[in-house]
């Protein structure tokens, strides 16, 4: 069995839809067609955050990228009794779920779950005999009963999926938007497009709220209706697309294959008093090419003259993989930057800061809202912590639990949370109670206003007129 360290909010989780066939205002990606070998785990009581429209891709949480193997020990995992009907695949997987919570969860107490009362009750579940689809739904559920909104299970399906998305290389046939469901008002909001996509070439925008599919609501009483969105390599679909400000219109697009990785949004701005202010709209932290495409940015926004500031729109980052985060990072800070804590340890996250176009000293404002969660939220924490960048928005969701993700002998695998984070300067701020409070609060949807009259964006640029 082998261990990755991720960091997510299931919170968020999720996340996002790819033009196919992704939810409230957070990362996630909400599942496409299902291709899990059994019934969906509780996690999907969860409300995705955000979704790539066709994948049927989970969200990641946020990965510590290292692959230590553990190796439970036999005195410890109790022998399953004998049983005609019992698969050995599903008691060792189960044993190895076991043990690895047993061992490794962040809280000893297990948040007041007799946990070795849940290995009786569910060892004599899987004894009587259960199909691939009842043992998956049950392993879910065991996690889920942890009650933490960050621990959960991934059946071999969903794990593959998941490192595809990860990996910055999605695959499927859609019209390539990622999207947060906004359910009180009726509509999932475009929050990336994919490049050279039918949505680019449409003409589809960031922010632009899809309301149906075909003439059919895209949100009903049964949630997002990702089954609109979705259909085969060639075939059409009419959205009904309304942009801040303006009248809904109607977009007819041909869906076809998607593929490479997903694009970081990013423009110059000006302030009142002329200034060149860089803009990132960063999504989330769980496609493995966000930091480069972060720098490269900087580049791009740098290239005709330098920049005399930056905005960080982090209002959907749910978070993802520690090594994204920690290159994301390198590019505004340096050094010792907090402390990952367990029931074992505490250990050092620090970052090599790498200078592009004067990164590491421009003045840098941040925005949050209360969908930032997990990495998101650690990122905004770290650079006011540090007294790097200046946050203005909202405070973010309280999520910071870092997730190991485990990976078991049959390709299944969950991300159990493990560690928390403390930061380096205010130690005593406890950022998964009370999250991370903005120095300047401002109020606003989003998904309601354009770049232009966005009251966060607005206040960032005045705050960096008046201060610099």
Same mark, same amino acid.
């Given at each position: 069995?082998?261990?990755?360290?991720?960091?997510?909010?299931?919170?968020?989780?999720?996340?996002?839809?790819?033009?196919?066939?992704?939810?409230?205002?957070?990362?996630?990606?909400?599942?496409?067609?299902?291709?899990?070998?059994?019934?969906?785990?509780?996690?999907?009581?969860?409300?995705?955050?955000?979704?790539?429209?066709?994948?049927?891709?989970?969200?990641?949480?946020?990965?510590?990228?290292?692959?230590?193997?553990?190796?439970?020990?036999?005195?410890?995992?109790?022998?399953?009794?004998?049983?005609?009907?019992?698969?050995?695949?599903?008691?060792?997987?189960?044993?190895?779920?076991?043990?690895?919570?047993?061992?490794?969860?962040?809280?000893?107490?297990?948040?007041?779950?007799?946990?070795?009362?849940?290995?009786?009750?569910?060892?004599?579940?899987?004894?009587?005999?259960?199909?691939?689809?009842?043992?998956?739904?049950?392993?879910?559920?065991?996690?889920?009963?942890?009650?933490?909104?960050?621990?959960?299970?991934?059946?071999?399906?969903?794990?593959?999926?998941?490192?595809?998305?990860?990996?910055?290389?999605?695959?499927?046939?859609?019209?390539?938007?990622?999207?947060?469901?906004?359910?009180?008002?009726?509509?999932?909001?475009?929050?990336?497009?994919?490049?050279?996509?039918?949505?680019?070439?449409?003409?589809?925008?960031?922010?632009?709220?899809?309301?149906?599919?075909?003439?059919?609501?895209?949100?009903?009483?049964?949630?997002?209706?990702?089954?609109?969105?979705?259909?085969?390599?060639?075939?059409?679909?009419?959205?009904?697309?309304?942009?801040?400000?303006?009248?809904?219109?109607?977009?007819?697009?041909?869906?076809?294959?998607?593929?490479?990785?997903?694009?970081? #949004?990013?423009? !110059?701005? %000006?302030?009142?008093?002329?200034?060149?202010? $860089?803009? /990132? =709209?960063?999504?989330?932290?769980? &496609?493995?090419?966000?930091?480069?495409?972060?720098?490269?940015?900087?580049?791009?926004?740098?290239?005709?003259?330098?920049?005399?500031?930056?905005?960080?729109?982090?209002?959907?980052?749910?978070?993802?993989?520690?090594?994204?985060?920690?290159?994301?990072?390198?590019?505004?800070?340096?050094?010792?930057?907090?402390?990952?804590?367990?029931?074992?340890?505490?250990?050092?996250?620090?970052?090599?800061?790498?200078?592009?176009?004067?990164?590491?000293?421009? #003045?840098?404002? !941040?925005? %949050?809202?209360?969908?930032?969660?997990?990495? $998101?939220? /650690? =990122?905004?924490?770290?650079?006011? &912590?540090?007294?790097?960048?200046?946050?203005?928005?909202?405070?973010?969701?309280?999520?910071?639990?870092?997730?190991?993700?485990?990976?078991?002998?049959?390709?299944?695998?969950?991300?159990?949370?493990?560690?928390?984070?403390?930061?380096?300067?205010?130690?005593?701020?406890?950022?998964?109670?009370?999250?991370?409070?903005?120095?300047?609060?401002?109020?606003?949807?989003?998904?309601?206003?354009?770049?232009?009259?966005?009251?966060?964006?607005?206040?960032?640029?005045?705050?960096?007129?008046?201060?610099?």
């Amino acid at each position: 069995m082998n261990r990755k360290l991720f960091a997510a909010a299931v919170l968020l989780l999720l996340f996002v839809s790819l033009g196919c066939s992704l939810s409230t205002l957070g990362w996630r990606l909400l599942p496409g067609p299902s291709t899990t070998p059994s019934t969906p785990p509780p996690r999907l009581s969860f409300t995705p955050t955000a979704t790539i429209t066709d994948p049927s891709l989970t969200p990641s949480p946020t990965l510590i990228t290292s692959t230590p193997t553990i190796t439970p020990s036999p005195t410890q995992i109790r022998t399953p009794t004998p049983h005609a009907t019992v698969s050995p695949v599903h008691l060792q997987v189960f044993e190895e779920l076991w043990q690895v919570v047993n061992d490794e969860y962040l809280y000893p107490d297990f948040n007041g779950v007799d946990w070795d009362d849940v290995y009786v009750n569910y060892k004599e579940r899987i004894e009587s005999g259960l199909s691939d689809d009842e043992f998956y739904r049950s392993m879910g559920e065991m996690v889920f009963l942890l009650g933490d909104d960050h621990s959960i299970f991934f059946t071999p399906n969903e794990a593959a999926e998941e490192d595809a998305g990860y990996a910055g290389d999605y695959d499927y046939v859609g019209i390539g938007v990622m999207t947060v469901a906004v359910p009180e008002r009726q509509r999932i909001t475009i929050i990336s497009i994919f490049p050279n996509s039918p949505a680019e070439e449409a003409g589809l925008k960031v922010r632009d709220g899809i309301l149906a599919a075909d003439g059919q609501p895209i949100i009903d009483e049964g949630g997002v209706r990702h089954d609109l969105l979705r259909g085969p390599e060639g075939s059409t679909v009419t959205l009904t697309v309304k942009y801040p400000d303006e009248e809904p219109r109607d977009v007819r697009l041909t869906r076809r294959r998607i593929t490479g990785g997903l694009d970081v #949004p990013h423009q !110059v701005l %000006t302030t009142p008093q002329g200034k060149r202010i $860089g803009y /990132i =709209f960063l999504v989330t932290f769980n &496609d493995s090419t966000v930091d480069d495409q972060v720098g490269k940015a900087l580049k791009e926004m740098s290239a005709a003259a330098p920049l005399d500031g930056l905005i960080i729109d982090n209002r959907t980052n749910n978070g993802g993989a520690s090594n994204v985060l920690r290159g994301t990072l390198s590019y505004f800070t340096d050094g010792k930057l907090g402390y990952f804590v367990n029931r074992q340890q505490e250990e050092p996250f620090t970052v090599s800061g790498v200078d592009v176009r004067d990164s590491q000293h421009m #003045p840098m404002v !941040v925005i %949050t809202g209360s969908e930032t969660a997990s990495f $998101g939220e /650690i =990122f905004a924490g770290i650079l006011q &912590d540090v007294g790097r960048a200046y946050l203005v928005g909202e405070p973010t969701a309280g999520n910071v639990e870092i997730l190991y993700v485990y990976e078991f002998s049959d390709g299944s695998r969950a991300w159990i949370a493990h560690d928390t984070f403390r930061p380096l300067n205010q130690p005593q701020q406890d950022w998964e109670r009370i999250g991370v409070l903005p120095d300047l609060t401002i109020l606003s949807n989003w998904d309601e206003a354009t770049t232009e009259n966005d009251p966060a964006i607005n206040a960032a640029l005045e705050y960096i007129d008046s201060h610099w």
